[in-house]
């Protein structure tokens, strides 16, 4: 009998083990980011845990995804895509794979012009010329003068229809010519910029000048291919306009002894005497492409200079050791106030204007900064696997560590970094940028918006408040433009469906004050209508002239359009910095634009691929555990 018993035993033994061999095999490598983020942070100055171990080989996988020549592709009409698995038949395949309807897409398309309509009719009915529209009381709001400290508001509103201007070119990307017209006419008629009016340089060179340029390019380009957006008897007052804004931010530049300008400028007065001397490192470093416009559309060195100036001075106090930037910068000493380096606020448009900057002007200066920072990000900044769509462990993320020693300092992300994805997209790493966009997009699934500070440790929202932020958005359409993928087609259509439901109000749409109770604050920022309504409109527009008219158009931090043309490769450089011009005198032309050390892999998805899940279903249930939505 005792043999009997011995065979039951390893019968029901090894049955046991097949058992336990499927329930892993089932649940897969979900398993190890869900249960290990939730332990507590090692002590100060420990080494990281293995969970949040660097992925080896860091530099070589900056350097040789499909390539660092993505943008070359996008402008070509081509897409590199992210590698899908075999169809499963799982409720991840049931969701999103297989074709999107051509008739839906039409309809949300329409649904995305209606809800910029929504938001600017209201504007201009109860709010212009002042700022920004409350949606909630129907009313205007500009700069809050009882409290100067508020700078939440006086960062961004200075008396000069900020939401009017800003809104500009995506009239004209929804071929809405006549209210494009009315609109310029009026921002000509009744802007001015002579105003007693404290506000930040980065707010009003992004959201206003960078509008102002894109606008007179459109209006000035002889294709016209957004139809007639031409002005009668136009004579260039948008272009003055921006130059007598730019004139009036000046003087931040000024008497600050590294070339890093002040946060702060009066637009009357110049720098108030009080101003505070420590500004963080976007603010203070992604001014040059609208300001290297300027130049180049007025022949004037002077803007881009000091843009390029404040530039150099940032990268030259990067980490010897990492390579990293800090989050805060004092602009007399160059002292390091904020150490925290990441990807998300204070750091975010920094990176993106180095890349776009090269693209604009072709000044292979840019790409270097920018190749050499994205190693750093890859080597300091990411954790998890090495590959995004292989392989065991935890989903790719970005985190933010000390930039001297690269040790984690906090456990948690903010919205703003949802633009990194987009920014991969343009230098070919679309593998890593699908990880981290489907992070984000399970974020917004979890709460129907993204809270402003996410802590992946706790799965909970730090700072819980979202204003309708554009990032997610426009990474969304870039994977889409990059990939064809309808995947992205149904994210974006859950992002406008929970705009709908939970941010809309009488008069506009609202800042979400709180994303688990959907509890509103009264403001529509303006970049609302600039860049979140315009994303969604042009991922569902497939035909819009910025896909199909021929011309290359790029987006600025803000979400305006500029044309990619020879006009902007023509340097400013030779008399003031000769030897700069020697060391770019190889500039690349605008139809090839291609990074260095760049592959030729870039290719279309194949036909038989294109409705494959971009991320394998096992990794997108992993990354949806991660964030507590399962």
Not at 509 to 536: G, N, P, Q
Request: glycine share 10%; proline share 5%; with cysteine.
């Amino acid at each position: 009998m005792q043999w009997r018993s011995l065979v039951l035993g390893l019968l029901l033994l090894r049955l046991g083990l097949h058992g336990l061999l499927w329930l892993v095999s089932a649940l897969g490598p979900g398993l190890g980011f869900h249960h290990r983020f939730p332990f507590a942070l090692p002590p100060r100055g420990a080494p990281d845990p293995p969970w949040l171990a660097r992925a080896a080989g860091g530099e070589a996988r900056a350097a040789g995804r499909c390539g660092r020549a993505h943008w070359g592709c996008l402008l070509r009409g081509g897409g590199c895509g992210g590698g899908g698995g075999p169809a499963g038949g799982d409720e991840y395949e049931k969701r999103y794979s297989g074709a999107f309807p051509p008739q839906l897409r039409a309809q949300l398309r329409d649904a995305a012009r209606g809800m910029f309509a929504f938001g600017y009719d209201n504007y201009m009915r109860h709010a212009f010329p002042q700022d920004e529209l409350n949606p909630v009381h129907c009313r205007g709001r500009g700069p809050d003068r009882a409290d100067p400290s508020n700078l939440n508001i006086n960062d961004v509103l200075g008396n000069y229809s900020l939401t009017l201007i800003d809104a500009l070119d995506t009239l004209a990307v929804m071929g809405n010519s006549s209210e494009f017209q009315k609109a310029v006419k009026l921002v000509i008629d009744t802007v001015s910029f002579d105003t007693d009016s404290t506000v930040q340089v980065f707010e009003a060179t992004i959201r206003v000048l960078g509008s102002l340029l894109s606008a007179h390019i459109i209006i000035t380009d002889t294709k016209q291919p957004f139809g007639d957006m031409t002005i009668k008897d136009y004579d260039d007052e948008l272009l003055h306009m921006a130059r007598d804004l730019a004139v009036r931010l000046l003087p931040a530049f000024e008497n600050t002894k590294t070339g890093i300008p002040y946060p702060r400028v009066n637009l009357k007065k110049g720098v108030p005497p009080d101003s505070n001397n420590e500004t963080c490192t976007a603010g203070a470093g992604s001014l040059l492409v609208e300001f290297g416009i300027l130049s180049r559309l007025l022949g004037d060195s002077t803007f881009e200079w000091v843009a390029r100036r404040a530039v150099k001075a940032l990268w030259s106090l990067r980490s010897n050791d990492t390579g990293l930037l800090g989050n805060v910068v004092n602009i007399q000493t160059g002292h390091w106030v904020g150490k925290q380096s990441g990807l998300g606020a204070g750091l975010d448009s920094f990176f993106e204007y180095l890349l776009k900057s090269y693209i604009l002007f072709g000044e292979k200066e840019d790409l270097e900064m920018f190749n050499d920072a994205y190693r750093s990000i890859q080597n300091y900044l990411r954790r998890g696997r090495e590959a995004c769509n292989e392989g065991e462990g935890d989903p790719p993320l970005y985190v933010n560590v000390n930039m001297f020693s690269g040790q984690l300092m906090n456990t948690w992300i903010d919205s703003l970094q949802a633009f990194f994805p987009g920014l991969q997209v343009l230098i070919g790493d679309v593998e890593d940028a699908i990880c981290l966009h489907a992070f984000y997009y399970a974020i917004w699934k979890r709460y129907g918006a993204l809270p402003e500070r996410y802590n992946w440790q706790l799965q909970a929202p730090d700072v819980l408040f979202y204003p309708l932020r554009p990032e997610l958005v426009e990474s969304t359409y870039l994977l889409y433009q990059a990939t064809k993928n309808p995947y992205y087609l149904h994210v974006g259509m859950d992002i406008l469906q929970s705009l709908e439901k939970y941010a809309k109000d009488k008069c506009g749409y609202a800042t979400l004050h709180h994303v688990i109770e959907k509890s509103k604050e009264d403001r529509m920022e303006s970049f609302f209508l600039s860049e979140t309504c315009k994303y969604l409109y042009l991922l569902f527009d497939e035909e819009n002239p910025v896909h199909k008219s021929g011309n290359k158009y790029m987006f600025t931090t803000e979400g305006h359009i500029v044309s990619v043309d020879k006009r902007f490769r023509d340097s400013l450089w030779q008399d003031t910095f000769p030897e700069e011009e020697e060391r770019n005198a190889e500039k690349l032309k605008p139809n090839e634009l291609k990074a260095m050390n760049s592959s030729s892999n870039c290719n279309r998805v194949p036909d038989e691929r294109r409705y494959l899940l971009p991320l394998k279903s096992i990794y997108m249930r992993q990354i949806d555990q991660m964030v507590g939505l399962i």
